[in-house]
């Protein structure tokens, strides 16, 4: 945006009396996307970014050469998924998604939203970007949307690369559910895309919590640790029977309820407590991080 | 703004607000849910069970959950705690289990783990054990032999293997509690409740021998449908918690679609065939001598486990290789050891039943304190000679 850009936007009524003469007060436009777009660029276009999403994409990759080199016996049990892969490339998909769920996803998403705000301070780019000036709210919001976008892609990274890999070399056809009945090959497909919506979901609440952690500190490598660990220490409480009293509200309960949408019909037992435990969460740690990165002071 | 600029201490009122909004609108909806006036005209006990006998159902669906809090050491996921989708599991944890009824020879039971499933599929002579997790169906054909009835979904339990003994849907656990009625019994009326929605009558059961481990049972009775819809049961010093429950969480009344019960093994699934004959499916099964030891509520059932899941019987090791026998043996190993007039052994204690294991290969449970039953099994009906 150009001087003459400003000098256009600007409105005579909005300058301040009494101020300098000639001050050009720019408020910006209601609904501009370009720092929105200028933040992608900054998530999808670095290096370390890419071997992350590289590092995520290996998962199905190496479960398809794993199922195709040694194909699970019929009956043998294991694991949920796995021994459907040799009937239905698709199911690459949902396993990778199960594979990555309790550890990489959450890895990565931490290793972005950890990022965000500290990770600009850290560089002393913050009080710059500030100072254009950007509203702390929607610098907030903009940074939060970026996560958002960023869970989606990763989710759909991994479950594409899946699908089309399984698909490629096992073949598609009709997709059988964990209740044991088969449903029409893009039947299937839309039950795995219910599963990365709501995958999306679980990870941009975790996202939401790790933009309120990225507010407190000016590490970003610090603030990345302190969201795995809460996800981490999350899921190890989730596991220990005798706190059951408070599972249902670690962050990371529901995460495994996906399953639901693999079933038919569809149940709603687990995953719409699921989906209101993402929204809660993201709305009380987005509130959260918007009280703390108002009022602090930017150091850096 | 401006007062949030000169203090920022403020801000922190909106996430405040909303961790409010959402505990607060949690629980409100569920103070609200429970305490809906539930207006229902009175009715007797006796009416109630009537009701309940003569109620027609035709066909429910629905959600089930099922919560134990027995007071026994908490299972792992792995040996059926909390959310596994294995048959067996339901004696720990929380388990939700999706029910569909429409007649008693077309049921199916789902039981729902974390990513997994297992499903008990009964359509006329047929029947299907699905696992998702192994990827197995295990196809049942019950013969037709002519005078032989053709038995529920509760009745067939024995005759299914790998069937839980445990009361899968509330009918069941609502007609095995009502049976027990009789000059042992206390039963009365409570408030009503709402269960899944619906304003129910409450049924309290309780037995007079106080030295029954039950408290009461609690059986909800749907004010509409005269159909059982909760069954809870109360350990004694425990009244508000109660130690078993299993009820419908969402239940819809109208009959559920044919197809729900027609099921075809999925490409690729291990299927088993087997062919049951009821006239003779307990032949097969070598049937071990049993004694009942007292009477009502505190009745000790005595029966001799069989030799392949006794671990201290002689050639336990092969037993112990299947998961049951290994499940069944670590869990032995971690129980008080007891000894008495009647041999050693080993003591399961929970809040509504104990269970004694003697080391010559016994089994006595009851709903009885664990002093109780090293008495019965002292009794010389419990040797089982």
Redesign the interface.
Known sequence: MSVADLRQSSDPARVPSGGPVGAVVYRPHAVSSRFFRSELLLIFGRRRNWVGGLILATVPILIAIAVKVSPPS????GM??L??I??NGIFVALSAL?LEMPLFLPLAVAAIAGDTVAGEAHLGTLRYLLTVPVDRTRLLVVKFGAIAVFALVATLLVALVGAMLGLALFGG??V?T?????LPFWTGAARLLLVIAYITMCMTALGAIGLFVSTLTEQPIGATIAILVLALGSEIMD?I??L?VI?EYLPTHYW?????L??DPI?T??VVPGIWSAL?YT???G??A???F???DVTS | MSVMASRPILRWALPAGVVVAVLGGGVVSNQLRAAANVTLPERSPAQLIVDVQSANLTGVSGTVVEKAALGLPTLPERLGGDGSSQLNSLISGSHTLRVWYSGPDKTRVALLGAVGESDIIRNGNEAWIWSSTGNTATHLTVKDTPGVMHPGLGASAGVLPSMSSVPMTPQQAASAALAVLGQTTRVSTEPGTRVAGRSAYVLSIAPKDTNSLIDRVRVAIDGAKHVPTQVEVFAKGHPNEAAFSIGFSQVDFSRPNADRFAFTPPAGAKVDDQTVDPAHAFDQVAKPPTAVIGSGWTSVLATRLPKDLNPAAPGAGAGAQSGKGLGLDMVLNTLPQVSGAWGHGRLLQSRLFSVLFTDDGRVLAGAVSGDRLQAAAADPAAALR
């Open positions: 019929p009956g043998g049990g949920n998924f021994n459907q040799t009937q199960t056809g009709p059988v964990l209740s044991g009945t088969t596991a029977p005798q059951s599972h495994a309820a996906f399953g639901d693999l079933r149940s037992a687990a809660a709305a009380i740690f509130a959260a918007w009280a703390r108002g009022g602090r």
